[in-house]
Protein backbone atom coordinates (compact mmCIF):
# COMPACT_ATOMS: atom_id res chain seq x y z
CA UNK A 1 0.00 0.00 0.00
CA UNK A 2 0.84 3.59 -0.96
CA UNK A 3 1.38 4.26 3.41
CA UNK A 4 3.97 2.71 3.86
CA UNK A 5 7.31 1.54 2.36
CA UNK A 6 9.88 -1.04 2.59
CA UNK A 7 12.74 -2.52 0.89
CA UNK A 8 13.05 -6.12 -0.26
CA UNK A 9 15.68 -7.00 1.96
CA UNK A 10 14.75 -5.17 4.62
CA UNK A 11 11.39 -5.98 5.14
CA UNK A 12 11.89 -8.92 6.84
CA UNK A 13 14.07 -6.93 9.74
CA UNK A 14 11.35 -5.01 9.71
CA UNK A 15 14.06 -1.72 9.42
CA UNK A 16 14.77 0.74 6.53
CA UNK A 17 18.01 2.29 6.47
CA UNK A 18 19.10 5.61 4.59
CA UNK A 19 21.71 4.19 2.43
CA UNK A 20 21.86 0.84 0.17
CA UNK A 21 24.01 -1.18 -2.32
CA UNK A 22 21.33 -0.98 -4.48
CA UNK A 23 18.53 1.26 -5.16
CA UNK A 24 15.92 0.28 -7.42
CA UNK A 25 12.98 2.61 -8.60
CA UNK A 26 9.71 1.22 -9.87
CA UNK A 27 8.63 -2.12 -9.64
CA UNK A 28 7.08 -3.83 -12.58
CA UNK A 29 8.83 -6.95 -14.00
CA UNK A 30 12.16 -4.84 -14.80
CA UNK A 31 12.52 -3.66 -11.16
CA UNK A 32 11.32 -6.67 -9.66
CA UNK A 33 13.41 -9.35 -11.91
CA UNK A 34 16.73 -6.83 -11.00
CA UNK A 35 15.73 -6.84 -6.86
CA UNK A 36 15.58 -9.97 -6.94
CA UNK A 37 19.30 -10.72 -8.42
CA UNK A 38 20.87 -7.98 -6.75
CA UNK A 39 19.58 -9.42 -3.24
CA UNK A 40 22.01 -11.47 -3.79
CA UNK A 41 25.43 -9.04 -3.91
CA UNK A 42 24.05 -6.67 -1.39
CA UNK A 43 21.34 -4.35 0.66
CA UNK A 44 18.61 -3.04 -2.12
CA UNK A 45 16.14 -0.76 -1.58
CA UNK A 46 12.90 -0.46 -3.93
CA UNK A 47 11.13 2.74 -4.50
CA UNK A 48 7.61 2.34 -6.45
CA UNK A 49 4.51 4.72 -6.41
CA UNK A 50 0.99 3.36 -5.96
CA UNK A 51 0.48 -0.25 -5.22
CA UNK A 52 2.27 -3.28 -7.12
CA UNK A 53 -0.17 -3.95 -9.84
CA UNK A 54 0.22 -0.23 -10.64
CA UNK A 55 1.96 -0.87 -13.80
CA UNK A 56 2.21 -1.73 -17.76
CA UNK A 57 3.58 -5.10 -16.73
CA UNK A 58 -0.08 -6.14 -15.02
CA UNK A 59 -1.56 -5.34 -17.96
CA UNK A 60 0.02 -7.67 -20.54
CA UNK A 61 -1.44 -10.41 -22.21
CA UNK A 62 0.40 -11.88 -24.93
CA UNK A 63 3.34 -12.73 -24.22
CA UNK A 64 6.98 -12.84 -23.46
CA UNK A 65 9.04 -13.50 -27.09
CA UNK A 66 11.85 -16.63 -26.67
CA UNK A 67 13.04 -18.21 -29.74
CA UNK A 68 12.31 -21.90 -27.95
CA UNK A 69 10.21 -23.54 -30.08
CA UNK A 70 11.46 -26.54 -32.30
CA UNK A 71 12.31 -25.04 -35.81
CA UNK A 72 13.15 -21.53 -34.22
CA UNK A 73 16.19 -19.78 -33.16
CA UNK A 74 18.01 -16.89 -31.90
CA UNK A 75 19.05 -15.74 -35.54
CA UNK A 76 15.28 -16.13 -36.50
CA UNK A 77 14.39 -14.11 -33.77
CA UNK A 78 17.08 -11.87 -34.36
CA UNK A 79 16.13 -11.15 -38.10
CA UNK A 80 12.27 -10.61 -37.01
CA UNK A 81 13.44 -8.04 -34.69
CA UNK A 82 15.45 -6.03 -37.13
CA UNK A 83 12.95 -6.23 -39.74
CA UNK A 84 10.04 -4.68 -37.61
CA UNK A 85 12.62 -1.93 -36.45
CA UNK A 86 12.35 -0.39 -39.62
CA UNK A 87 16.25 0.37 -40.06
CA UNK A 88 16.91 1.50 -36.33
CA UNK A 89 17.37 -1.65 -34.52
CA UNK A 90 20.93 -1.71 -32.77
CA UNK A 91 21.87 -5.56 -34.08
CA UNK A 92 24.38 -5.81 -31.23
CA UNK A 93 21.58 -4.88 -28.64
CA UNK A 94 19.34 -7.42 -30.75
CA UNK A 95 21.85 -9.82 -30.98
CA UNK A 96 21.91 -10.02 -27.09
CA UNK A 97 18.17 -9.54 -26.49
CA UNK A 98 17.65 -13.05 -28.44
CA UNK A 99 20.58 -15.10 -27.65
CA UNK A 100 20.04 -14.62 -23.98
CA UNK A 101 16.19 -15.24 -24.53
CA UNK A 102 16.06 -18.83 -23.65
CA UNK A 103 18.37 -18.72 -20.51
CA UNK A 104 16.11 -15.59 -19.02
CA UNK A 105 13.19 -17.82 -19.82
CA UNK A 106 14.71 -20.54 -17.80
CA UNK A 107 15.26 -18.45 -14.92
CA UNK A 108 11.89 -17.14 -14.21
CA UNK A 109 10.51 -20.87 -14.75
CA UNK A 110 13.28 -21.27 -11.40
CA UNK A 111 12.06 -18.23 -10.21
CA UNK A 112 8.59 -19.92 -10.29
CA UNK A 113 6.91 -18.04 -12.74
CA UNK A 114 3.62 -20.08 -13.93
CA UNK A 115 3.89 -20.33 -17.02
CA UNK A 116 1.41 -22.57 -18.47
CA UNK A 117 2.77 -25.86 -20.01
CA UNK A 118 1.83 -28.85 -22.26
CA UNK A 119 3.40 -32.15 -21.67
CA UNK A 120 5.72 -30.90 -19.09
CA UNK A 121 7.06 -28.37 -21.81
CA UNK A 122 6.36 -24.37 -21.62
CA UNK A 123 3.40 -23.97 -23.81
CA UNK A 124 4.06 -21.63 -27.27
CA UNK A 125 0.81 -20.20 -28.41
CA UNK A 126 0.58 -21.87 -31.97
CA UNK A 127 0.50 -18.96 -34.48
CA UNK A 128 0.02 -21.27 -37.57
CA UNK A 129 -3.67 -21.42 -36.44
CA UNK A 130 -3.83 -18.28 -34.32
CA UNK A 131 -1.56 -15.71 -36.25
CA UNK A 132 -0.55 -12.86 -34.53
CA UNK A 133 -0.03 -9.94 -37.41
CA UNK A 134 3.72 -9.13 -36.28
CA UNK A 135 4.41 -12.31 -35.32
CA UNK A 136 5.85 -14.70 -38.61
CA UNK A 137 6.49 -17.85 -36.37
CA UNK A 138 6.02 -20.05 -32.79
CA UNK A 139 7.37 -17.89 -30.36
CA UNK A 140 5.00 -16.63 -27.63
CA UNK A 141 4.83 -18.25 -24.24
CA UNK A 142 1.75 -16.93 -22.56
CA UNK A 143 2.00 -14.03 -20.14
CA UNK A 144 3.48 -15.17 -17.10
CA UNK A 145 1.84 -13.47 -13.43
CA UNK A 146 3.52 -10.41 -12.17
CA UNK A 147 6.11 -11.46 -9.86
CA UNK A 148 5.65 -10.46 -6.90
CA UNK A 149 7.50 -7.42 -4.52
CA UNK A 150 7.31 -4.59 -2.01
CA UNK A 151 5.37 -1.07 -2.34
CA UNK A 152 5.78 2.73 -1.40
CA UNK A 153 7.42 5.77 -2.87
CA UNK A 154 7.85 7.73 -5.93
CA UNK A 155 11.11 8.69 -6.78
CA UNK A 156 11.12 12.65 -6.94
CA UNK A 157 14.40 13.30 -8.46
CA UNK A 158 18.28 12.43 -8.82
CA UNK A 159 20.47 14.64 -6.37
CA UNK A 160 23.15 12.90 -7.95
CA UNK A 161 23.63 9.76 -10.02
CA UNK A 162 24.21 7.37 -6.79
CA UNK A 163 21.32 9.10 -4.38
CA UNK A 164 17.63 9.75 -4.74
CA UNK A 165 14.75 11.81 -3.02
CA UNK A 166 12.02 10.16 -2.53
CA UNK A 167 8.30 11.49 -1.52
CA UNK A 168 5.80 9.94 0.70
CA UNK A 169 2.90 9.26 -1.27
CA UNK A 170 0.76 10.02 1.59
CA UNK A 171 2.63 13.28 3.52
CA UNK A 172 4.63 14.20 0.30
CA UNK A 173 7.50 14.45 3.03
CA UNK A 174 10.80 13.97 1.34
CA UNK A 175 13.33 11.50 1.90
CA UNK A 176 16.82 10.92 0.65
CA UNK A 177 18.67 7.76 -0.07
CA UNK A 178 22.06 7.16 -1.00
CA UNK A 179 23.67 3.41 -2.81
CA UNK A 180 26.28 2.35 -4.79
CA UNK A 181 24.20 1.69 -7.73
CA UNK A 182 20.59 3.29 -9.17
CA UNK A 183 18.52 1.50 -11.39
CA UNK A 184 15.69 3.18 -13.04
CA UNK A 185 12.87 0.61 -13.57
CA UNK A 186 9.76 3.13 -14.44
CA UNK A 187 8.15 2.16 -17.32
CA UNK A 188 7.07 4.11 -20.24
CA UNK A 189 5.26 7.19 -21.02
CA UNK A 190 2.22 5.78 -22.60
CA UNK A 191 -0.03 8.67 -20.30
CA UNK A 192 1.39 11.41 -22.62
CA UNK A 193 -1.85 10.71 -25.07
CA UNK A 194 -5.39 11.03 -24.44
CA UNK A 195 -6.39 7.20 -25.43
CA UNK A 196 -3.57 4.86 -23.79
CA UNK A 197 -3.43 1.49 -22.66
CA UNK A 198 -0.43 2.04 -20.30
CA UNK A 199 -2.25 2.89 -16.26
CA UNK A 200 -2.37 6.36 -14.79
CA UNK A 201 1.43 5.60 -13.47
CA UNK A 202 3.25 5.45 -16.58
CA UNK A 203 4.00 9.15 -16.83
CA UNK A 204 7.98 8.88 -18.09
CA UNK A 205 9.33 9.53 -14.53
CA UNK A 206 12.60 7.67 -15.13
CA UNK A 207 13.36 9.10 -18.12
CA UNK A 208 12.49 12.66 -17.15
CA UNK A 209 14.45 12.39 -13.78
CA UNK A 210 17.32 11.12 -15.80
CA UNK A 211 17.42 13.85 -18.38
CA UNK A 212 17.69 16.25 -15.96
CA UNK A 213 20.47 14.57 -14.36
CA UNK A 214 22.63 14.68 -17.61
CA UNK A 215 21.66 11.60 -19.19
CA UNK A 216 21.10 10.68 -23.00
CA UNK A 217 17.58 9.62 -23.88
CA UNK A 218 16.95 8.88 -27.25
CA UNK A 219 14.32 7.42 -30.18
CA UNK A 220 11.69 9.52 -27.81
CA UNK A 221 9.85 10.18 -31.48
CA UNK A 222 8.64 6.34 -32.06
CA UNK A 223 5.88 5.66 -29.81
CA UNK A 224 3.75 2.78 -30.92
CA UNK A 225 0.22 2.44 -31.15
CA UNK A 226 -2.12 -0.63 -30.88
CA UNK A 227 -4.40 -0.65 -33.11
CA UNK A 228 -7.20 -1.75 -31.07
CA UNK A 229 -8.14 -0.53 -27.75
CA UNK A 230 -11.45 -0.76 -26.15
CA UNK A 231 -13.44 2.25 -26.32
CA UNK A 232 -16.42 1.98 -24.00
CA UNK A 233 -17.19 5.51 -22.35
CA UNK A 234 -15.98 5.29 -18.58
CA UNK A 235 -13.93 2.32 -19.02
CA UNK A 236 -10.14 1.85 -19.19
CA UNK A 237 -9.06 1.57 -23.13
CA UNK A 238 -8.68 -2.59 -22.53
CA UNK A 239 -6.24 -3.93 -25.16
CA UNK A 240 -8.06 -5.90 -28.00
CA UNK A 241 -5.37 -8.32 -28.49
CA UNK A 242 -4.32 -8.75 -32.70
CA UNK A 243 -4.97 -12.24 -32.34
CA UNK A 244 -8.54 -11.37 -32.60
CA UNK A 245 -8.33 -10.49 -35.72
CA UNK A 246 -5.61 -13.29 -36.57
CA UNK A 247 -8.81 -15.53 -36.23
CA UNK A 248 -10.97 -13.78 -38.73
CA UNK A 249 -12.56 -10.85 -36.43
CA UNK A 250 -12.79 -7.94 -39.15
CA UNK A 251 -12.51 -4.16 -39.08
CA UNK A 252 -15.75 -2.06 -39.74
CA UNK A 253 -16.43 1.65 -39.58
CA UNK A 254 -19.53 2.45 -37.21
CA UNK A 255 -21.60 2.61 -40.58
CA UNK A 256 -20.90 -1.24 -40.37
CA UNK A 257 -18.52 -1.27 -44.00
CA UNK A 258 -15.69 -3.18 -43.82
CA UNK A 259 -12.73 -0.99 -44.79
CA UNK A 260 -9.52 -2.76 -44.33
CA UNK A 261 -9.20 -4.39 -47.71
CA UNK A 262 -9.22 -0.41 -49.29
CA UNK A 263 -6.20 0.32 -47.22
CA UNK A 264 -3.58 -2.50 -47.59
CA UNK A 265 -4.40 -6.37 -49.81
CA UNK A 266 -3.09 -7.92 -46.27
CA UNK A 267 -6.23 -6.30 -44.84
CA UNK A 268 -7.26 -6.83 -40.94
CA UNK A 269 -3.53 -8.92 -41.13
CA UNK A 270 -1.56 -5.56 -41.84
CA UNK A 271 1.21 -4.61 -39.61
CA UNK A 272 0.02 -2.60 -36.61
CA UNK A 273 1.04 0.99 -37.95
CA UNK A 274 -1.14 1.08 -41.54
CA UNK A 275 -3.94 -0.97 -39.43
CA UNK A 276 -3.77 2.11 -36.79
CA UNK A 277 -3.98 4.48 -39.38
CA UNK A 278 -6.77 3.23 -41.49
CA UNK A 279 -8.50 3.30 -38.29
CA UNK A 280 -8.03 7.13 -37.62
CA UNK A 281 -8.94 7.40 -41.29
CA UNK A 282 -12.11 6.17 -41.08
CA UNK A 283 -12.84 7.53 -37.55
CA UNK A 284 -11.82 11.07 -39.16
CA UNK A 285 -14.03 9.84 -42.33
CA UNK A 286 -17.28 9.40 -40.10
CA UNK A 287 -16.78 11.37 -37.35
CA UNK A 288 -17.14 8.63 -34.38
CA UNK A 289 -14.83 8.42 -32.15
CA UNK A 290 -14.16 5.03 -32.57
CA UNK A 291 -14.29 1.64 -35.33
CA UNK A 292 -16.09 -1.57 -35.12
CA UNK A 293 -14.11 -5.17 -34.33
CA UNK A 294 -16.70 -7.89 -35.14
CA UNK A 295 -16.28 -11.46 -34.13
CA UNK A 296 -19.87 -11.87 -34.42
CA UNK A 297 -19.57 -14.52 -37.36
CA UNK A 298 -17.42 -16.47 -35.49
CA UNK A 299 -18.11 -19.43 -33.54
CA UNK A 300 -19.40 -18.64 -29.84
CA UNK A 301 -17.60 -21.03 -28.18
CA UNK A 302 -14.37 -20.74 -30.39
CA UNK A 303 -14.46 -16.81 -29.53
CA UNK A 304 -14.65 -17.70 -25.90
CA UNK A 305 -12.91 -20.85 -25.20
CA UNK A 306 -9.93 -18.47 -27.49
CA UNK A 307 -10.26 -14.93 -26.02
CA UNK A 308 -11.26 -15.79 -22.03
CA UNK A 309 -9.59 -12.40 -20.63
CA UNK A 310 -11.06 -10.49 -23.32
CA UNK A 311 -14.62 -11.69 -23.63
CA UNK A 312 -14.74 -11.71 -19.69
CA UNK A 313 -13.34 -8.06 -19.38
CA UNK A 314 -15.88 -6.58 -22.07
CA UNK A 315 -19.06 -8.71 -20.74
CA UNK A 316 -18.20 -7.37 -17.00
CA UNK A 317 -18.52 -3.68 -19.18
CA UNK A 318 -21.70 -4.67 -20.16
CA UNK A 319 -20.56 -5.93 -23.81
CA UNK A 320 -21.02 -9.58 -25.32
CA UNK A 321 -18.88 -9.71 -28.33
CA UNK A 322 -19.80 -12.93 -29.47
CA UNK A 323 -23.03 -10.77 -29.82
CA UNK A 324 -22.26 -7.36 -30.76
CA UNK A 325 -18.98 -5.75 -32.38
CA UNK A 326 -16.23 -4.29 -30.29
CA UNK A 327 -16.44 -0.37 -30.24
CA UNK A 328 -12.41 0.32 -30.93
CA UNK A 329 -9.51 2.89 -30.97
CA UNK A 330 -6.13 3.13 -31.38
CA UNK A 331 -4.15 4.07 -28.02
CA UNK A 332 -0.71 4.79 -27.13
CA UNK A 333 0.62 1.87 -26.02
CA UNK A 334 4.53 1.27 -26.03
CA UNK A 335 7.44 3.82 -25.88
CA UNK A 336 10.33 2.46 -27.64
CA UNK A 337 12.74 5.36 -26.55
CA UNK A 338 14.03 6.29 -23.57
CA UNK A 339 17.17 6.47 -21.50
CA UNK A 340 19.99 5.70 -23.77
CA UNK A 341 21.73 1.99 -22.27
CA UNK A 342 24.28 -0.17 -23.71
CA UNK A 343 23.74 -3.60 -23.66
CA UNK A 344 24.76 -3.61 -19.90
CA UNK A 345 22.13 -0.78 -19.03
CA UNK A 346 24.73 1.55 -18.20
CA UNK A 347 23.08 5.02 -18.98
CA UNK A 348 25.83 7.84 -19.94
CA UNK A 349 25.94 9.25 -15.67
CA UNK A 350 28.35 6.52 -14.12
CA UNK A 351 26.59 4.68 -11.66
CA UNK A 352 22.93 5.22 -13.34
CA UNK A 353 21.32 2.31 -14.82
CA UNK A 354 18.39 1.86 -16.65
CA UNK A 355 16.38 -1.13 -17.85
CA UNK A 356 12.65 -2.19 -18.82
CA UNK A 357 10.27 0.32 -21.03
CA UNK A 358 12.26 3.43 -19.31
CA UNK A 359 15.33 2.57 -21.03
CA UNK A 360 16.17 2.68 -24.79
CA UNK A 361 18.71 -0.23 -25.24
CA UNK A 362 18.05 -0.18 -29.36
CA UNK A 363 16.69 -3.69 -29.84
CA UNK A 364 12.82 -1.89 -30.72
CA UNK A 365 14.68 0.72 -33.18
CA UNK A 366 11.54 2.41 -34.74
CA UNK A 367 8.33 -0.55 -34.03
CA UNK A 368 8.73 -2.63 -31.77
CA UNK A 369 8.17 -6.79 -32.34
CA UNK A 370 5.20 -7.65 -30.67
CA UNK A 371 6.06 -9.68 -27.10
CA UNK A 372 9.83 -8.34 -27.02
CA UNK A 373 9.51 -6.01 -24.40
CA UNK A 374 8.51 -8.10 -21.54
CA UNK A 375 11.83 -10.05 -22.94
CA UNK A 376 14.21 -6.86 -22.91
CA UNK A 377 12.95 -6.50 -19.34
CA UNK A 378 14.79 -9.54 -18.19
CA UNK A 379 17.44 -10.09 -20.37
CA UNK A 380 18.54 -6.36 -19.70
CA UNK A 381 17.92 -6.54 -16.09
CA UNK A 382 19.84 -9.47 -15.19
CA UNK A 383 22.66 -7.74 -17.27
CA UNK A 384 22.29 -4.64 -15.11
CA UNK A 385 23.43 -6.38 -12.26
CA UNK A 386 25.70 -8.56 -13.62
CA UNK A 387 27.59 -5.50 -14.75
CA UNK A 388 27.71 -3.88 -10.77
CA UNK A 389 29.06 -7.29 -9.77
CA UNK A 390 32.02 -7.56 -12.23
CA UNK A 391 32.90 -4.00 -13.63
CA UNK A 392 30.76 -1.60 -11.67
CA UNK A 393 30.66 2.67 -11.89
CA UNK A 394 31.28 2.14 -15.87
CA UNK A 395 29.18 4.38 -18.38
CA UNK A 396 28.17 4.05 -22.08
CA UNK A 397 30.08 6.61 -23.95
CA UNK A 398 28.29 9.90 -24.68
CA UNK A 399 27.40 10.26 -28.93
CA UNK A 400 29.00 13.09 -30.81
CA UNK A 401 26.28 15.04 -32.01
CA UNK A 402 23.51 14.77 -29.50
CA UNK A 403 21.06 17.54 -30.26
CA UNK A 404 20.50 19.96 -28.08
CA UNK A 405 17.38 21.51 -27.29
CA UNK A 406 16.41 24.78 -27.83
CA UNK A 407 15.67 26.70 -24.94
CA UNK A 408 12.25 26.43 -23.81
CA UNK A 409 10.35 29.71 -24.55
CA UNK A 410 7.81 31.54 -22.13
CA UNK A 411 4.84 32.13 -23.65
CA UNK A 412 0.98 32.21 -23.64
CA UNK A 413 -0.05 28.71 -22.66
CA UNK A 414 -2.13 28.82 -20.27
CA UNK A 415 -1.87 26.53 -17.29
CA UNK A 416 -0.85 22.41 -17.91
CA UNK A 417 -2.90 19.90 -16.86
CA UNK A 418 -2.62 16.33 -17.58
CA UNK A 419 -6.01 16.59 -19.51
CA UNK A 420 -4.70 19.13 -21.79
CA UNK A 421 -0.94 17.69 -22.67
CA UNK A 422 -2.50 14.16 -23.04
CA UNK A 423 -4.96 16.33 -25.59
CA UNK A 424 -2.17 18.22 -27.83
CA UNK A 425 -0.14 14.94 -28.09
CA UNK A 426 -2.63 12.85 -29.65
CA UNK A 427 -4.33 15.68 -31.76
CA UNK A 428 -0.85 17.35 -33.03
CA UNK A 429 1.95 14.47 -32.14
CA UNK A 430 0.28 11.34 -32.57
CA UNK A 431 -0.06 8.29 -35.22
CA UNK A 432 -0.70 10.99 -37.93
CA UNK A 433 1.81 14.26 -37.69
CA UNK A 434 3.27 17.14 -39.62
CA UNK A 435 5.06 19.85 -39.24
CA UNK A 436 2.09 22.40 -38.44
CA UNK A 437 0.73 20.32 -35.37
CA UNK A 438 4.12 19.26 -34.24
CA UNK A 439 5.44 22.92 -34.28
CA UNK A 440 2.54 23.96 -32.50
CA UNK A 441 2.98 21.02 -29.98
CA UNK A 442 6.53 21.91 -29.16
CA UNK A 443 6.14 25.72 -28.82
CA UNK A 444 3.69 25.08 -26.11
CA UNK A 445 5.23 22.53 -24.34
CA UNK A 446 8.35 24.50 -24.38
CA UNK A 447 6.44 27.20 -22.34
CA UNK A 448 4.83 24.73 -20.19
CA UNK A 449 8.32 22.97 -19.30
CA UNK A 450 9.56 26.55 -18.68
CA UNK A 451 6.88 27.74 -16.38
CA UNK A 452 6.27 25.25 -14.51
CA UNK A 453 6.93 25.39 -10.59
CA UNK A 454 9.03 22.80 -8.91
CA UNK A 455 7.09 20.13 -8.17
CA UNK A 456 5.82 20.25 -4.77
CA UNK A 457 3.92 16.31 -4.35
CA UNK A 458 3.12 13.42 -6.78
CA UNK A 459 0.96 15.07 -8.94
CA UNK A 460 2.74 17.55 -10.24
CA UNK A 461 5.49 15.93 -10.33
CA UNK A 462 4.06 13.70 -13.20
CA UNK A 463 2.88 16.80 -14.63
CA UNK A 464 6.51 17.87 -14.86
CA UNK A 465 7.39 14.54 -15.89
CA UNK A 466 5.10 14.25 -19.05
CA UNK A 467 5.60 17.88 -20.18
CA UNK A 468 9.33 17.39 -20.25
CA UNK A 469 8.91 13.65 -21.70
CA UNK A 470 6.12 14.97 -24.44
CA UNK A 471 8.32 18.09 -25.15
CA UNK A 472 11.22 15.54 -26.24
CA UNK A 473 8.54 13.66 -28.44
CA UNK A 474 7.21 16.72 -29.86
CA UNK A 475 11.23 18.31 -30.96
CA UNK A 476 12.27 14.94 -32.30
CA UNK A 477 9.52 14.18 -34.10
CA UNK A 478 9.32 17.51 -35.70
CA UNK A 479 13.51 17.13 -36.89
CA UNK A 480 12.47 13.65 -38.06
CA UNK A 481 11.43 14.76 -41.58
CA UNK A 482 10.31 11.46 -42.60
CA UNK A 483 8.22 8.07 -41.87
CA UNK A 484 9.86 5.42 -40.24
CA UNK A 485 8.26 2.20 -38.06
CA UNK A 486 5.71 3.91 -35.68
CA UNK A 487 6.36 7.57 -37.10
CA UNK A 488 4.62 8.89 -39.27
CA UNK A 489 4.73 12.37 -41.09
CA UNK A 490 2.12 12.79 -43.49
CA UNK A 491 3.74 15.81 -45.25
CA UNK A 492 7.12 13.55 -45.42
CA UNK A 493 5.26 9.96 -45.88
CA UNK A 494 8.60 8.03 -46.87
CA UNK A 495 11.42 6.82 -45.58
CA UNK A 496 14.54 8.58 -46.24
CA UNK A 497 18.24 7.28 -46.19
CA UNK A 498 19.74 9.92 -44.34
CA UNK A 499 17.76 9.73 -41.65
CA UNK A 500 18.39 5.68 -40.83
CA UNK A 501 19.94 7.79 -37.34
CA UNK A 502 19.16 8.74 -34.03
CA UNK A 503 17.99 11.72 -32.09
CA UNK A 504 19.40 11.75 -29.16
CA UNK A 505 18.99 14.83 -26.95
CA UNK A 506 21.40 14.98 -23.73
CA UNK A 507 20.13 16.90 -20.46
CA UNK A 508 21.36 19.25 -18.05
CA UNK A 509 20.23 19.66 -14.63
CA UNK A 510 17.49 23.09 -14.93
CA UNK A 511 15.50 22.93 -11.60
C1 LIG B 1 -2.07 -3.50 -22.05
C2 LIG B 1 -0.64 -3.91 -22.30
C3 LIG B 1 -0.36 -5.14 -22.86
C4 LIG B 1 0.97 -5.52 -23.09
N1 LIG B 1 1.22 -6.78 -23.58
C5 LIG B 1 2.51 -7.17 -23.73
C6 LIG B 1 2.81 -8.49 -24.13
O1 LIG B 1 1.94 -9.31 -24.31
N2 LIG B 1 4.12 -8.82 -24.30
C7 LIG B 1 5.13 -7.93 -24.10
O2 LIG B 1 6.30 -8.29 -24.26
N3 LIG B 1 4.86 -6.67 -23.69
C8 LIG B 1 3.59 -6.28 -23.49
N4 LIG B 1 3.33 -5.01 -23.07
C9 LIG B 1 4.46 -4.14 -22.73
C10 LIG B 1 5.06 -4.60 -21.41
O3 LIG B 1 4.03 -4.97 -20.52
C11 LIG B 1 5.88 -3.49 -20.78
O4 LIG B 1 6.78 -2.95 -21.70
C12 LIG B 1 6.67 -4.03 -19.58
O5 LIG B 1 5.80 -4.67 -18.68
C13 LIG B 1 7.40 -2.89 -18.90
O6 LIG B 1 7.92 -3.37 -17.68
P1 LIG B 1 8.72 -2.35 -16.76
O7 LIG B 1 9.06 -3.10 -15.53
O8 LIG B 1 9.79 -1.71 -17.53
O9 LIG B 1 7.67 -1.19 -16.45
P2 LIG B 1 6.28 -1.26 -15.65
O10 LIG B 1 5.75 -2.62 -15.57
O11 LIG B 1 5.40 -0.23 -16.25
O12 LIG B 1 6.70 -0.81 -14.19
C14 LIG B 1 7.12 0.50 -13.92
C15 LIG B 1 7.18 0.68 -12.42
O13 LIG B 1 7.79 1.92 -12.09
C16 LIG B 1 7.03 2.57 -11.08
N5 LIG B 1 7.31 4.00 -11.18
C17 LIG B 1 7.09 4.85 -12.20
N6 LIG B 1 7.50 6.08 -11.89
C18 LIG B 1 8.01 6.02 -10.63
C19 LIG B 1 8.59 6.97 -9.74
N7 LIG B 1 8.72 8.25 -10.07
N8 LIG B 1 8.99 6.55 -8.53
C20 LIG B 1 8.86 5.26 -8.15
N9 LIG B 1 8.31 4.32 -8.96
C21 LIG B 1 7.90 4.70 -10.18
C22 LIG B 1 5.60 2.18 -11.41
O14 LIG B 1 4.76 2.37 -10.32
C23 LIG B 1 5.81 0.70 -11.75
O15 LIG B 1 5.92 -0.05 -10.57
C24 LIG B 1 2.01 -4.62 -22.81
C25 LIG B 1 1.72 -3.38 -22.25
C26 LIG B 1 0.42 -3.02 -21.98
C27 LIG B 1 0.13 -1.69 -21.36
Known sequence: MATRYKALQEAEAGTIGSSYDYIIVGSGIAGLYAALLAREHGSVLVLTKGS????????????????????????????????AGAGLVDEEAARVLTSEAAARIEDLVRLGVPFDTSEGEIALEILTESPDPAH??????????????????????????????????????????????LILATGGAGQMYRVSTNPAVATGDGIALAYRAGAEVTDMEFVQFHPTALRLPGVQPFLISE????????????????????????????????????????????????????????????????????YRF??????????????????????????????????????????????????????????????ETVVFAQRVVQRTVESPGGSAPLRAGAVALSEAVAAEAGVPTREAVQAMMWEDAGMVRDAGGLSRAKAILSAWDASLPAPTDRESQ????????????????????????????????EARDEWRRHLVFRGGARN
Open 462 to 493: ELTDLVLCSRLVAEAALLREESRGAHYRSDFP
Open 314 to 375: CLDAGLDITREPIPVSPAAHYTMGGVRTNVWGETTLPGLYACGECACTGVHGANRLASNSLL
Open 243 to 310: AVRGEGGVLRDVRGERFMPNYDERAELAPRDVVARAIVDRIEGTGADHVLLDVTHLDRGHVIARFPQI
Open 136 to 181: PSRRLPPHPEPIRGSSGRTGGGALAVRAVRALNAMTDEASEYSCRH
Open 52 to 83: IDDCNTRWAQGGIAAPIGAGDSAEKHLRDTIE
